[in-house]
């Protein structure tokens, strides 16, 4: 990674000023503020973040998102905290999920019974889909 300005101040002119943990160091000629090249860390695809947040706004918990988009539970929690995510609580409805493919999802359609008496979203989830449903808890 190539550095163009200092952190601390934005000048240009800097200078090397040794090595710590195999990162070269730099020191601002202006400020005089020591820095390093940052970390390249890993990053997700923001598609998966927006469809994380997605599921979470559905209603579906932390591990079923995790066990279905194959990221981390602690890392959509912090996305939650991050955007500051408030998911409307509402305990007469509860959601149930299942992934099915392009033919098993219009199969699906056509019976009439799984039409009436609940709420449905479909989502795209890579090349297949989720059917996201809310119904009623029976008492």
């Given at each position: 990674m190539?550095?163009?300005t ?6 240009g ?6 090595v710590v943990n195999n990162?070269?160091r730099f ?17 997700i695809?923001?598609?998966?973040v927006?469809?994380?947040l997605q599921l979470?706004?559905?209603?579906l918990t932390y591990r ?10 602690v ?6 905290k991050k955007y500051n ?9 509860h959601?149930?999920y299942?992934?099915?493919?392009a033919s ?5 359609f056509q019976?009439?019974n799984?039409?009436?008496g609940?709420g449905v979203v479909?989502t795209?989830l ?8 809310w119904e009623?808890f029976?008492?």
């Amino acid at each position: 990674m190539r550095i163009e300005t200092c952190p601390n101040c934005g000048s240009g002119e800097y200078i090397k000023s040794g090595v710590v943990n195999n990162r070269q160091r730099f020191k601002c000629k202006s400020c005089n503020y020591f820095f390093s090249v940052n970390k390249i860390g890993k990053k997700i695809d923001d598609y998966y973040v927006n469809k994380a947040l997605q599921l979470y706004l559905e209603g579906l918990t932390y591990r079923e998102i995790e066990r279905i988009l194959g990221i981390s539970h602690v890392s959509i929690m912090n996305w939650v905290k991050k955007y500051n995510i408030k998911r409307p609580y509402n305990s007469n409805y509860h959601p149930t999920y299942k992934i099915l493919n392009a033919s098993e999802l219009s199969s699906y359609f056509q019976n009439v019974n799984n039409l009436s008496g609940a709420g449905v979203v479909v989502t795209e989830l890579g090349d297949k889909f989720m059917l996201i449903k809310w119904e009623r808890f029976r008492d």
